[in-house]
């Protein structure tokens, strides 16, 4: 029990670790994916039609050519996909942390049990 008690900080280092390396991809992924819209953005925001006049004259427009080019731009799509997988392997690790942070504390409960009944 001791020794289980002693190697699970270092299980809990692990996966913390994890957890920030997983962390600084999704901030990579989610400026890249700000950097796709204000790309697409742009391209509404200065499309132009034949006569050289804007084709999206209002918000409304310039919103719903947005959301039409977003939802059919596969490098945005493939971005959102991956910010969900890490945010998903984000959740797992926490949870691998927070089974090992009861484990432990659990472990350490018996410990102090049978250590009180030793000295009683």
Known sequence: MIMKLELIPSKIAKHSVEIL???EKLQESIT????LESAIKSGV????DGNGKKLYT???SREAAFLQIAFDDEDLKKAKEVQAELQR????????????SN????????VQYFSSLQEA
């Open 58 to 60: 209002n918000a409304e």
């Open 89 to 100: 392997k984000i959740s797992l690790e926490r949870i691998q942390v927070e089974a090992l």
């Open 45 to 48: 925001n200065s499309a132009e």
């Open 21 to 23: 390396d997983l962390n």
């Open 32 to 35: 890249e994916i700000n950097q």
């Open 103 to 110: 484990e432990q504390r659990n472990v350490r409960t018996i």
